[in-house]
């Protein structure tokens, strides 16, 4: 069973700055992908920022240049550095991976979830 642990939410002003982080444990053959995720009220989640397992990062248009996604597969951790924070910007973030098994077959596993707030 692979289980992930989100930390780093809570309330923060605009301009303001947090770091997200996602650990994750349990019986992993390989990661393919790693990434955030966030779900504003009334809204659709929607991609944040991914990170493959060679490096290569993918970033919403509207986080690019503020959020930078980094990973570090020895403390099996993901995190997501998030500055010049908008009111916008709030919302619940979930970290999600995506796993192979040793037949190939891709599953994807996601955590709980943190509350963002960015408000005066």
């Known amino acids: 069973q692979v289980q992930l642990v989100e930390s780093g939410g809570g309330l923060v002003q605009p301009g303001g700055s947090l770091r997200l982080s996602c650990a994750f444990s349990?019986?992993?053959?390989?990661?393919?992908?790693m990434g955030w995720y966030r779900q504003a009220p009334g809204n659709q989640r929607e991609l944040v920022a991914t990170i493959t397992n060679s490096g290569s990062t993918r970033y919403a248009d509207s986080v690019k240049g503020r959020f930078t996604i980094s990973r570090d597969t020895t403390k099996k951790t993901v995190s997501l550095q998030m500055n010049s924070l908008k009111p916008e910007d709030t919302a619940v973030y979930s970290c999600?991976?995506?796993?192979?098994?040793?037949?190939?077959?891709?599953?994807?596993?996601w955590g709980q979830g943190t509350q963002v707030t960015v408000s005066s």
């Open positions: 349990g019986s992993i053959f390989s990661i393919n992908a």
């Open positions: 999600k991976i995506t796993i192979a098994t040793m037949t190939l077959e891709e599953y994807d596993y």
